[in-house]
């Protein structure tokens, strides 16, 4: 089983930064994308950024520009910097995982259990 451990919620105004963990543990061969996905009351779950494991990051239109997304493939963390944030930034960020167990065998694809992001006006 893969597990994902978040860190780095909570409340900054409008115009601040924070900085989100994911930290993944457990057994696996690889673990090919890491990702950040966020979930605003009354609202789907969508992207907010996703980076492989040979750094090719990918970004919503929304946070182009203010969000960088990295990782550290040899602790198996990945980052969300978050600046510039905005009210409309609020919601519950969801780290993901996805990869393969084993080498021939089956895939996985995990979800942390959520930090909240609150961004006051």
């Known amino acids: 089983q893969v597990q994902l451990v978040e860190s780095g919620g909570g409340l900054v105004q409008a115009g601040g930064s924070l900085r989100l963990s994911c930290a993944a543990s457990g057994r696996f061969f690889s673990m090919n994308a890491m990702g950040w996905y966020r979930q605003a009351p009354g609202k789907e779950r969508e992207l907010v950024a996703t980076?492989?494991?040979?750094?090719?990051?990918n970004y919503a239109n929304s946070v182009k520009g203010r969000f960088t997304i990295s990782r550290v493939n040899a602790i198996n963390t990945v980052y969300l910097q978050m600046n510039s944030l905005k009210p409309e930034d609020t919601a519950v960020y969801y780290c993901n995982a996805q990869g393969l167990y084993t080498l021939y065998g089956s895939d996985y694809d995990v979800w942390g259990q959520g930090t909240q992001v609150t961004v006051s006006s």
């Open positions: 980076i492989h494991s040979g750094g090719t990051p």
